[in-house]
């Protein structure tokens, strides 16, 4: 199983990132926690690897730290949360607030995460509240430096929020919002969108 990856990033996506180790290029799905610490194409990175095999595929999950990695591992063992809803839930909230909110017993909180219902944030806290306490007081991830995107960087934020449940009208919105403040960035303005959205 790979545990670990480093090369050159090829290419990066909010959802994705092509990763060039030695001359193979390795497809690593990543939640947006991870692809706002990443550094521009071209640039050198280090992500630690969820392997996840299935009967028809083989699919590399990316993260920033061994913590986040972790958190969702242990989201991966709770029933009917499968890999694509907990990077799902890694991307609308962050690594310290989800552990806090899980150990809290906050379910509210939890249940505005696009794909969360009040019954699977129920289960979250049931099963996991004994076991992230270890990774909420471990050291808070380091963040390294973001490229900015080009003109379609609203475009691609609102991409990137459909894609993790919002609707696209608020996606939209929100988005429209976002880009009119600020860094124009697509890491800035989906930061921004998400925190409007949650508001």
């Not at 909010?14 to 030695?22: A, E, G, I, K």
């Not at 692809?35 to 993260?63: H, K, M, N, P």
Request: a neutral charge; hydrophobic letters at 45%; glycine letters at 12%.
């Amino acid at each position: 199983m790979i545990g670990r990856l480093s090369g050159r990033i090829a290419r990066k996506a909010p959802q994705t990132v092509l990763l060039d180790v030695r001359g193979v290029g390795y497809q690593v799905t990543i939640p947006l926690s991870t692809f706002y610490t990443l550094a521009g194409e071209g640039e050198d990175a280090v992500l630690e690897i969820s392997t996840q095999v299935r009967e028809d595929a083989i699919t590399l999950f990316g993260f920033a730290t061994a913590r986040e990695k972790a958190l969702f591992e242990q989201l991966i063992s709770v029933s009917k949360v499968g890999p694509k809803l907990a990077t799902s839930v890694l991307s609308g909230i962050a690594v310290d607030e989800l552990c806090g909110a899980i150990s809290s017993g906050n379910v509210a909180r939890l249940a505005t995460v696009p794909g969360i219902g009040m019954k699977t944030a129920e289960r979250l806290v049931l099963e996991l509240r004994g076991k992230v306490q270890a990774l909420a007081s471990d050291e808070a991830p380091a963040a390294t430096g973001a490229s900015g995107s080009g003109s379609p960087a609203a475009d691609d934020a609102i991409a990137a929020l459909v894609n993790l449940g919002y609707r696209a009208k608020d996606a939209e919105k929100a988005v429209g919002r976002a880009a009119r403040d600020g860094d124009g960035s697509l890491e800035a303005i989906i930061r921004r969108a998400l925190t409007i959205l949650s508001g």
